[in-house]
């Protein structure tokens, strides 16, 4: 069982950076693959990035590649998600996301993932 609780939104100017956090509990952590999602107003949630169990290897989303970076901290039980160059369509509420890590796959859909933090609001202005 895995716990999560998302920090770091709020609102921020075009071309400006957040740094969200995602606090896990439980024991074996690093032993989960992460993602993060973002859920805009009437929007499907759609994936952003993810990250493999271990913390090496890395996935993103065609729309945020180059300007967000996802990593874990693996000792703090955390998984961060750096966002740069911010845009407007970014504006949503963004999940963190895990599941047992096993194999070499990337994680892509919501429904694959069996825990759920509560959500952290990140609104981007023009």
């Known amino acids: 069982q895995v716990q999560l609780a998302e920090s770091g939104g709020g609102l921020v100017q075009a071309g400006g950076s957040l740094r969200l956090s995602c606090a896990a509990s439980?024991?074996?952590?690093?032993?989960?693959?992460m993602g993060w999602f973002r859920q805009a107003p009437g929007k499907e949630r759609e994936f952003v990035a993810a990250i493999r169990w271990g913390g090496g290897s890395t996935y993103y989303a065609d729309s945020v590649k180059g300007r967000f970076t996802i990593s874990r901290d693996n000792a703090k039980k955390t998984v961060y998600l750096q966002m740069n160059s911010l845009k407007p369509e970014d504006t949503a509420d963004y999940y963190c996301a895990a599941r047992p890590g096993s194999g070499s796959s990337f994680y892509t859909e919501a429904n694959e993932y069996f825990y759920w933090g509560q959500g952290t609001q990140v609104t981007v202005s023009s």
């Open positions: 439980g024991r074996t952590f690093s032993s989960y693959n």
